[in-house]
Antibody, heavy 117, light 108 residues
Framework: EVQVVESGGGLVQPGGSLRLSCAAF????????MHWVRQAPGKGLVWVSR????????KYADSVKGRFTISRDNAKNTVYLQMNSLRDEDTAVYYC??????????WGQGTLVTVSS | SSVLTQSPSVSVAPGQTARITCGGD??????VHWYQQKPGQAPVVVVY???DRPSGIPERFSGSKYGNTATLTFSRVEAGDEADYYC???????????FGGGTKLTVL
């Protein structure tokens, strides 16, 4: 089955760091753009970051710019989101999405990040 | 960057027609995509490029656009259509996707 599986979420204190991973199964990630989208509890979808298929271009939402870093290791079929200086408002389910379009076709099930003291 | 506006909620009786709108500046020049999200699940594309449906999405779901407003229409609404729906466009200037705030469809 073609899918992506997120991991690395959990409870972290404000100011702390986490690294999320998104592993692909049943296909190769190397031809796809990869995105991270988050959803705070009871709130809507918010795009966070994206990386192109070769890892040469990255983009970030203003709310995470300078704190989050997206990267990919095509040999390991995995994409990462390094999250530093975490804030309460970063609490959310983080979804990994792969696509070859300007819409987001294939979503993982998400991993919950909770920032709290 | 683009800002997309959706009504927070829409309610409809089973078997009736429901419409969810998505408004935004210059939306007429962009392709609009729609997602369905049920509680505890990841979003799923139900309409892409304004009016195309992925395989497996019922014909009861249709998308349209007029001026700066896109519409997702549900004909013969069923209880299983109850979900949150999000519109999305690609912001060409910033080169990333932008979502609307979402609309909760309630089937009475």
């Amino acid at each position: 089955e073609v899918q992506v599986v997120e991991s690395g979420g959990g409870l972290v204190q404000p100011g702390g760091s986490l690294r999320l991973s998104c592993a692909a199964f049943g296909f190769s990630l190397k031809n796809y753009w990869m995105h991270w989208v988050r959803q705070a509890p009871g709130k809507g979808l918010v795009w966070v970051s994206r990386i192109d298929s070769e890892g040469t271009t990255t983009k970030y939402a203003d709310s995470v710019k300078g704190r989050f870093t997206i990267s990919r290791d095509n040999a390991k079929n995995t994409v990462y989101l390094q999250m530093n200086s975490l804030r309460d408002e970063d609490t959310a389910v983080y979804y990994c999405v792969f696509t070859s379009h300007h819409y987001l076709t294939n979503w993982g099930q998400g991993t919950l990040v909770t920032v709290s003291s | 960057s683009s800002v997309l506006t959706q009504s927070p909620s829409v309610s409809v009786a089973p078997g009736q027609t429901a419409r969810i709108t998505c408004g935004g500046d210059k939306i007429g020049t962009k392709s609009v995509h729609w997602y369905q999200q049920k509680p505890g699940q990841a979003p799923v594309v139900v309409v892409y490029d304004d009016s195309d449906r992925p395989s497996g999405i019922p014909e009861r779901f249709s998308g349209s656009k007029y001026g700066n407003t896109a519409t997702l229409t549900f004909s013969r609404v069923e209880a299983g259509d109850e979900a949150d729906y999000y519109c999305q466009v690609w912001d060409g200037g910033s080169d990333y996707p932008v979502f609307g705030g979402g609309t909760k469809l309630t089937v009475l």
